[in-house]
C-alpha cells in the first residue's frame, strides 16, 4: 500500500509538473532549434523584402503597359484616319482622272485638226549644269603673340 500511495504521488507530481510547464511555457530552446529558428525568421525578412521589390517593379511594369496602351490606341486611331484620307483622295484622284479623260475627248478633235495643218519639229532639250561659281579663299588669320 505504500508502494501504491508513492506511485500515486510520484504521479501527481509528474502531472502537476507537466501542466504547469506547458501553462507557463518553456523558455529552454536547444541551440540548433534556435540557430534554425534565427536563419528561418532572416529568410522571412528577406522574402518579405524582396516580395515588396518585386511589387513596387510590378506596379512600375502595370503604369508602362498602360502608357504603351495609350500610345497604341492613339496610333490606331491615327492609321485609321489616315487610312480614311488615302481611300478619299484616291477616289478624288480618280474621279479627277475621268473628268481628265472626258475633258481631253472632247479636246482632241479641235486639236487634232490644228496639228494636222502645223508640223512642228520636236526640240532636242539639253540639261546643262549651271556654271560654278569662283570659291573665295580665306586670308589666314594673322597671329599676334604677347611676350
Not at 102 to 107: D, L, M
Request: proline content about 5%; some cysteine.
Amino acid at each position: 500500500m505504500i508502494r501504491t500511495a508513492m506511485v500515486r504521488n510520484l504521479v501527481a507530481v509528474a502531472a502537476i509538473t507537466l501542466v504547469s510547464v506547458s501553462v507557463s511555457g518553456c523558455d529552454y530552446w536547444p541551440p540548433a532549434l534556435q540557430t534554425q529558428i534565427e536563419q528561418l525568421q532572416s529568410e522571412l525578412q528577406s522574402a518579405t523584402m524582396e516580395k515588396a521589390q518585386l511589387q513596387s517593379q510590378l506596379t512600375s511594369m502595370a503604369k508602362v503597359k498602360d502608357d504603351l496602351q495609350t500610345q497604341v490606341n492613339d496610333l490606331s486611331r491615327a492609321s485609321q484616319d489616315k487610312s480614311t484620307m488615302i481611300a478619299s483622295l484616291q477616289n478624288g484622284l480618280a474621279a479627277a482622272q475621268e473628268r481628265l479623260a472626258k475633258s481631253a475627248k472632247v479636246a482632241a478633235p479641235k486639236v487634232g485638226a490644228v496639228k494636222s495643218s502645223i508640223k512642228v519639229a520636236p526640240k532636242k532639250v539639253t540639261h546643262k549644269a549651271p556654271p560654278k561659281a569662283p570659291v573665295k579663299k580665306k586670308a589666314p588669320a594673322k597671329v599676334t603673340s604677347k611676350h
